[in-house]
């Protein structure tokens, strides 16, 4: 069953992270720094890694993320695979897909999706989940986190509007090797 592999947490982030949320969001200057076409040749655009300081500063992860990952599935660690930041503006195509695709027996693939846009108005922006002809839309709500098994197809639910669709993505992962660890990109 779908709802079963899907958890759905709204106010993650307590005050005092939201407040450095806000700092972060209102200071820091959003650019697309990659993108990925598809074989539709849709592209998927990225703004950037999240380090691991600002992981634990900004997010509070530890806390307020992981915990609800190894609620979904108790073989997850803290190690945190990769976690990046994403914008979306109304128009861009987003072609869907699994993270991974399939998790081998004794592996974790959990990814987590917060939704971070505190000035968000607009409808849609939420995930389409599809699994087995099970279809499960979660709307676009600030502060909302979103825990999936990495397994499951999603897709950017299509949105019109003028705010960007602003998300945290996080995923905790020991079932693939092909993918750089997030501390792979900070010193220790």
């Known amino acids: 069953m779908l ?13 005092e992270h939201l407040a450095r949320w806000y700092l972060y969001y209102r200071s820091t200057s959003f650019r697309r720094s990659a993108s990925e076409e598809t ?3 849709e592209n998927i655009y990225f703004c950037r890694d999240v380090f691991y300081k600002e992981l634990i500063e900004i997010f509070d ?17 803290e190690k945190v695979h990769r976690s990046y930041i994403n914008i979306f503006n109304e128009g861009d195509k987003f072609a869907g897909h699994k993270d991974i ?7 974790y693939a959990v990814s987590c999706v917060l939704f971070l ?15 087995d002809n099970e279809r499960l ?6 502060n909302r986190l979103i825990v999936f098994n990495g397994d499951i197809w999603h897709c950017v639910q299509p949105f019109e509007g003028n705010k960007a669709r602003v998300t945290l993505y996080t995923q905790f992962n020991n079932a693939t090797q092909d993918l750089p660890k997030l501390a792979a990109h900070n010193e220790w």
């Not at 806390?63 to 108790?74: F, G, Q, R, S, T």
């Not at 839309?137 to 600030?142: G, H, P, T």
């Open 3 to 15: 709802e079963k592999s899907i958890k759905i947490i709204d106010n993650v982030l307590d005050e």
């Open 39 to 41: 074989a539709k040749k």
């Open 61 to 77: 992860y530890e806390n307020k993320i992981y915990p609800h990952a190894k609620d979904l599935d108790d073989l997850v660690t």
């Open 101 to 107: 695709d399939k998790i081998p027996d004794g592996k």
């Open 117 to 131: 846009n505190p000035e968000w108005e607009d409808t849609g922006g939420g995930l389409v989940f599809e699994r």
């Open 137 to 142: 839309v979660v709307q676009n709500k600030f």
